[in-house]
């Protein structure tokens, strides 16, 4: 006998848009998933129904699926088109690929790993430090000075 509703956080995740259950109801306790044309973020207990259209915040798109039939077991992801449709607009996937792109090409000055070229500048600076002479090794007679 088929279901007529489901809850949204057993739905999202039988449907494979998150990994877990503990992750799809996170998700949706942070507001990220909307049902319909609403766009107050819904409570893992929400329940929903076929013909629903489900919006899943995962930044930085936003992904619209249409509901076509339910399930509350998790399929294997080839029978997932039977239950749900993508209807997220193109213009959602196009920001994830500037995005995808910006992200290598606008990287900024100290964020991230430092890359290979910064290491080599790095270590030619710090020969250059020790080939001039300069020594870092202090005595206690370096400050004397400083006592007065």
Same mark, same amino acid.
Not at 32 to 53: A, E, L
Not at 72 to 98: C, F, H, K, W
Not at 122 to 148: A, H, Q, V
């Given at each position: 006998?088929?279901?007529?509703?489901?809850?949204?956080?057993?739905?999202?995740?039988?449907?494979?848009?998150?990994?877990?259950?503990?992750?799809a109801t996170e998700a949706i306790k942070k507001g990220?998933?909307?049902?319909?044309?609403?766009?107050?973020?819904?409570?893992?207990?929400?329940?929903?129904?076929?013909?629903?259209?489900v919006s899943v915040r995962k930044p930085p798109i936003?992904?619209?699926?249409?509901?076509?039939?339910?399930?509350?077991?998790?399929?294997?992801?080839?029978?997932?088109?039977?239950?749900?449709?993508?209807?997220?607009?193109?213009?959602?996937? *196009?920001?994830?690929?500037?995005?995808?792109?910006?992200?290598?090409?606008?990287?900024?000055?100290?964020?991230?790993?430092p890359t290979k070229r910064d290491g080599r500048e790095?270590?030619?600076?710090?020969?250059?430090?020790?080939?001039?002479?300069?020594?870092?090794?202090?005595?206690?007679? *370096?400050?004397?000075?400083?006592?007065?």
């Open positions: 006998m088929p279901q007529s509703e489901v809850r949204i956080d057993k739905w999202l995740w039988a449907m494979r848009v998150f990994k877990t259950r503990t992750i990220r998933v909307t049902v319909g044309d609403n766009p107050n973020p819904v409570k893992p207990s929400r329940t929903i129904k076929v013909g629903d259209t936003t992904y619209t699926f249409r509901v076509l039939a339910l399930t509350e077991n998790r399929l294997g992801a080839a029978r997932v088109p039977e239950y749900m449709e993508n209807i997220t607009p193109q213009s959602q996937y *196009d920001l994830l690929d500037v995005v995808r792109i910006s992200g290598f090409i606008d990287r900024r000055k100290g964020l991230g790993r790095l270590s030619k600076f710090t020969e250059s430090i020790y080939d001039n002479g300069w020594d870092f090794d202090f005595d206690d007679d *370096d400050f004397d000075d400083l006592d007065d």
